[in-house]
């Protein structure tokens, strides 16, 4: 697999891209090298499956790609059209199917944990996808590590599949996977899908100590992530501006740095890269012209330790015990 993966969040109405625009980032990212798609079913409530695989079937690539998409999030009103249980499983496999227009999905992934349905369940619908053809190999998002090893444990004590990738946030603002779940996924040989490596855009460049802050639809519906009131949020902006004065005494973009430093983890399979222009795309491609010296590498580190996540915010999922307080509270009624 390419050491980049295209990511479609942005095809849609989402990133505001038609057939058109999604084509041709499509097309070029596949003449650059790239032979990884990445997706979700809730990606513009299903229009980016719906653009890809309508790009993959009209140029006849769909055979040179290793296609992916992703099922938990909500698709509509009601208990039943969401989650990891067998019931929504096998219905959202169908949709993604229909709406990729392909008989079969090469990487289909859990898209976060879902700890009101057993993980045994969950893993039994996916084998029995498995073993139909309908899905080639199975995987994880944003999964903490204990969550993975019971994975792992469950399908060797029950014969299920095992998850093949993990697919978690990680960039240099976001390095708190570097603990214990990129170790974990090296021990369990598990292929390593790093999403938001620009850290939501904060490592593209456009936030910068004095500028304008750029303004979007994701900042404006993810303020923990993007609220400039909050510390953690202008220690990230200070961070992204030590590291955009490395990156040009390196000689390269933010952009490259970033990516480039996902890449090289050793436990890293491919950095999903999630454009919304075309400009984005041919930025993120010079990404693969360049190679971080040790020099360079240790002083991200001064920057940010390893293993630090400057905004908890930026982990993409929060345990339940996290957030509801009559699970951290003895005898406190729910």
Request: some cysteine; overall charge negative.
């Amino acid at each position: 697999m390419s050491p980049v993966c295209l990511g479609g969040m942005m095809f849609g109405w989402w990133g505001e891209n038609g057939p058109e625009e999604t084509g041709k980032m499509i097309q070029r990212a596949v003449d650059s090298g790239v032979n990884f798609i990445d997706t979700a079913d809730i990606y513009a409530a299903g229009e980016s499956e719906e653009l890809i695989g309508r790009f993959l079937s009209e140029s006849g690539l769909r055979d040179e790609i290793v296609l992916a998409t992703k099922v938990h999030g909500q698709m509509g009103e009601g208990p039943n059209r969401g989650g990891n249980s067998r019931a929504w499983i096998m219905r959202a496999v169908e949709d993604s199917l229909r709406r990729l227009r392909t008989d079969r999905i090469d990487l289909y992934q859990i898209h976060r944990p879902d700890p009101s349905v057993d993980i045994d369940e969950t893993l039994g619908a996916l084998t029995d996808l498995v073993r139909a053809g309908k899905v080639r190999y199975i995987g994880c998002s944003t999964f903490p590590a204990h969550r993975v090893v019971e994975a792992h444990w469950v399908a060797e004590r029950r014969h299920r599949e095992r998850f093949a990738s993990e697919q978690p946030p990680y960039s240099i603002l976001a390095r708190a996977v570097e603990a214990d779940l990129l170790p974990v996924c090296r021990q369990y040989g598990m292929g390593v899908l790093a999403w938001s490596p620009l850290a939501g855009g904060w490592l593209s460049g456009r936030y910068r100590d004095g500028a304008e802050l750029p303004r979007s639809r994701r900042a404006a519906l993810l303020p923990a992530r993007y609220d400039m009131a909050l510390e953690e949020n202008r220690r990230k902006l200070a961070a992204a501006e030590q590291l955009a004065l490395l990156a040009e005494q390196a000689g390269m973009s933010l952009v490259q740095l970033a990516l480039q430093f996902v890449m090289q983890h050793p436990a890293v399979t491919s950095a999903i890269i999630g454009p919304r222009t075309m400009d984005h795309l041919e930025s993120h491609l010079l990404a693969l012209d360049v190679r971080l010296t040790p020099d360079v590498l240790d002083a991200v580190d001064e920057i940010v330790p390893p293993g630090l996540t400057i905004n908890a915010a930026d982990g993409g999922w929060r345990p339940p015990e996290l957030l509801d307080p009559a699970l951290r509270r003895r005898g406190q009624p729910r």
